[in-house]
């Protein structure tokens, strides 16, 4: 079966850090651009970050800028979320997500995770 599995979400004080993990089973992420986009019950879900196939490349969404690190280990098969100096506005559902050669968007992936909770609150 093929799918991403996110970890690492949980309940953290506001400042704290976090570090989520996306798991590939049943394909292969080396051709594969990686996303993380987060979503508050009643809006839209928002795109937070996204690496290339290779690492090489990085972007971030103004809210996470200087505050996350995307990161890849793809001999592990695995990518990253490093989040630090949280805030209650990071409070979401986080999912990974997945797109043959370039970074995903909300209506074109190939690869959607059931996504993992994050809550910063004190």
């Known amino acids: 079966q093929m799918q991403l599995v996110e970890s690492g979400g949980g309940l953290v004080q506001p400042g704290g850090s976090l570090r989520l993990s996306c798991a590939a089973s049943?394909?292969?992420?080396?051709?594969?651009?990686i996303g993380w986009f987060r979503q508050v019950p009643g809006k839209e879900r928002e795109g937070v970050s996204c690496i290339s196939s290779t690492g090489d490349n990085t972007i971030y969404a103004t809210p996470a800028k200087g505050r996350f690190t995307i990161s890849r280990d793809n001999a592990k098969n695995m990518a990253y979320l490093q989040m630090n100096s949280l805030r209650p506005e990071d409070t979401a559902v986080y999912y990974c997500?997945?797109?043959?050669?370039?970074?995903?968007?909300?209506?074109?992936?190939?690869?959607w995770g059931q996504g993992t909770q994050v809550t910063v609150a004190s």
């Open positions: 049943g394909f292969s992420l080396d051709s594969y651009a």
């Open positions: 997500v997945a797109k043959i050669r370039q970074c995903p968007s909300r209506d074109h992936y190939d690869y």
